[in-house]
């Protein structure tokens, strides 16, 4: 098992910017992805951004060029910076590890907040 600790949720006004990081502890494994997805009020968890150990990556089309997945695979870490933020991206922005050992096994973060300002 993993456990996914986020960081660098809070409040900004509409056109800023947010730095969300993700510390992972336990088992590294070859074999995996790390992303953010998010949750709005009364609406499903939809995916942000993801990116792979070998540093491939993918986003959802509402967040191309303005948002930016890396991770530093020594650290076990993923970060997202989210520029020119717009007040519907207000939500709970989830950090997620997919990884392989045998099978897929998926472990999710906790959660933090983004509250986007109009």
């Known amino acids: 098992q993993v456990q996914l600790v986020e960081s660098g949720g809070g409040l900004v006004q509409a056109g800023g910017s947010l730095r969300l990081s993700c510390a992972a502890s336990?088992?590294?494994?070859?074999?995996?992805?790390m992303g953010w997805y998010r949750q709005a009020p009364e609406k499903q968890r939809e995916l942000v951004a993801v990116?792979?150990?070998?540093?491939?990556?993918n986003y959802a089309d509402s967040v191309k060029g303005r948002f930016t997945i890396s991770r530093d695979n020594a650290k076990n870490t993923v970060s997202l910076q989210m520029n020119n933020l717009k007040p519907e991206e207000t939500a709970v922005y989830y950090c997620?590890?997919?990884?392989?050992?045998?099978?897929?096994?998926?472990?999710w973060g906790q959660g933090t907040q983004v509250t986007v300002s109009s």
């Open positions: 997620n590890k997919k990884y392989w050992n045998g099978n897929w096994y998926t472990d």
């Open positions: 336990g088992s590294i494994f070859s074999i995996d992805t």
């Open positions: 990116i792979t150990s070998g540093g491939s990556s």
